[in-house]
């Protein structure tokens, strides 16, 4: 089992089991289309539709499913782009969705039915960002809403009615790390340092203004954590272990996820440390757009970390 053997964790169902429900420690978990579809009634559930596109949403959607586009959490600070807006500014984004601090909330996407768009991204990047200041129950729905309607499963296209929520940010110091903290921590014997990108753009294909990664990153890209032809659908308990052990990706280490803009960090963040239980995660929010940036931070080019 992939939580005995190798993330060291105390359940023995392990991830296979689990995922036939709900599984995770802490505040984000991973749920089942079944789970969903059992709990469409629960009163207190708020339902988060973030298909890339509000015209899929329009398309199809799951009963109740409030839209919200994770582009609009971020935007440009001094002329840095992609910085995650002040916290007031979070607050009203929530409560226009309708969301309590205590209230458990469920984040879903997919490919548009209609425009064929959306990277599978954005259930995690909302579900981060969600935990980040401040939400306490958070659920990812394995598979997102093409696993949904592959399984016949009931869609939408009527808009719920949602009162405006009281939600108050509270940032999670544990979550985010700058810069400076990165650049303290990353050569450390104990630190992984993984960039969440293509192999391609790991290796030096990018449009930033230096070619590469960060000194000492391993390449994890965030797809190869999925499935092949689903996006938000997490690959097999023996198919994440192959890939843990492989890079000696352990729990007695500090992980530290990065990539472009912070965003496909999200995904190998909550695995490690939410699905998995990893008890030291970090995530370098920055990332390689603000890390390129300075002529003085330095970049490897090519398959090797150094």
């Given at each position: 089992m992939l939580a005995a053997a190798v993330v060291?964790?105390?359940?023995?169902?392990?991830?296979?089991?689990?995922?036939?429900?709900?599984?995770?420690?802490?505040?984000?978990?991973l749920v089942?289309?079944?789970?969903?579809?059992?709990?469409?009634?629960?009163?207190?559930?708020?339902?988060?539709?973030?298909?890339?596109?509000?015209?899929?949403?329009?398309?199809?959607?799951?009963?109740?499913?409030?839209?919200?586009?994770?582009?609009?959490?971020?935007?440009?600070?001094?002329?840095?782009p992609v910085r995650y807006l002040a916290p007031a500014a979070m607050e009203l984004l929530f409560c226009r969705l309708g969301l309590h601090n205590d209230q458990p909330v469920v984040v879903y996407t997919g490919k548009g039915k209609?425009?064929?768009?959306?990277?599978?991204?954005?259930?995690?990047?909302?579900?981060?960002?969600?935990?980040?200041?401040?939400?306490?129950?958070i659920y990812v729905l394995d598979g997102g809403l093409d696993k949904w309607t592959a399984e016949k499963r009931p869609v939408t296209q009527e808009f719920p009615r949602v009162k405006e929520g009281n939600f108050k940010a509270a940032i999670r110091q544990e979550c985010p790390i700058d810069m400076e903290q990165l650049k303290k921590l990353k050569d450390r014997d104990n630190v992984i340092l993984l960039d969440a990108r293509p192999t391609k753009t790991y290796e030096g294909q990018g449009p930033w203004v230096k070619?590469?990664?960060?000194?000492?990153?391993?390449?994890?890209?965030?797809?190869?954590?999925?499935?092949?032809?689903?996006?938000?659908?997490?690959?097999s308990e023996e198919e994440i272990a192959a890939m843990l052990k492989k890079l000696n990706i352990t729990p007695d280490?500090?992980?530290?996820?990065?990539?472009?803009?912070?965003?496909?960090?999200?995904?190998?963040?909550?695995?490690?440390k939410y699905y998995l239980g990893y008890p030291d995660v970090k995530l370098y929010e920055g990332s390689f757009t603000e890390w390129s940036a300075y002529p003085e931070n330095p970049t490897v080019t090519g398959p090797n970390p150094r």
């Open positions: 060291g964790l105390s359940s023995a169902a392990g991830l296979t089991a689990e995922r036939n429900s709900l599984y995770g420690k802490g505040v984000v978990k089942s289309t079944e789970w969903l579809q059992n709990h469409l009634q629960d009163p207190d559930l708020l339902i988060v539709d973030a298909q890339a596109d509000v015209y899929d949403y329009f398309a199809q959607h799951i009963a109740g499913a409030v839209h919200f586009c994770d582009a609009t959490l971020r935007a440009p600070e001094h002329g840095m209609l425009t064929g768009g959306g990277d599978g991204l954005a259930q995690t990047m909302v579900a981060y960002t969600m935990a980040r200041f401040g939400q306490d129950t070619a590469g990664h960060i000194p000492g990153a391993l390449s994890l890209p965030w797809r190869s954590l999925m499935a092949p032809d689903n996006p938000t659908l997490l690959k280490k500090t992980i530290i996820t990065y990539c472009g803009t912070g965003r496909e960090a999200t995904n190998p963040y909550i695995l490690f």
